[in-house]
């Protein structure tokens, strides 16, 4: 496994913005995929947005047009604007990486921890 550090959740109102952060440490020499993922008290994990390591991205439906993914190849970094929030996007929110090449072997499917986003007034 690797490690992915995320940062920036909290509580917002409605109609707010946050930005999700999250990093990836080690002797990393290349990651294929980097994304977000957010589960919600009773429901399933689902995809928030994902990008390839050429810049590709995939957005889940609920989130087009108001969230943002970007990485920086150079630093193993992934970050998520969310704009205009909704309560419906209270959840927590898991950084991924996929098919990370280090100098101890590829990992595939490696989890952060979870930050919490809480949309409410």
């Known amino acids: 496994q690797v490690q992915l550090v995320e940062s920036g959740g909290g509580l917002v109102q409605p109609g707010g913005s946050l930005r999700l952060s999250c990093g990836a440490s080690g002797s990393i020499f290349s990651i294929d995929t980097m994304g977000w993922y957010r589960q919600a008290p009773g429901k399933q994990r689902e995809l928030v947005a994902r990008?390839?390591?050429?810049?590709?991205?995939n957005y889940g439906d609920s989130v087009k047009g108001r969230f943002t993914i970007s990485r920086d190849n150079a630093k193993n970094t992934v970050s998520l604007q969310m704009n205009s929030l909704k309560p419906d996007d209270t959840a927590v929110y898991y950084c991924?990486?996929?098919?990370?090449?280090?100098?101890?072997?590829?990992?595939?499917?490696?989890w952060g921890q979870g930050t919490q986003v809480t949309v409410s007034s």
């Open positions: 991924y990486a996929d098919r990370v090449t280090t100098n101890r072997g590829t990992f595939f499917g490696s």
């Open positions: 990008v390839l390591s050429g810049g590709s991205t």
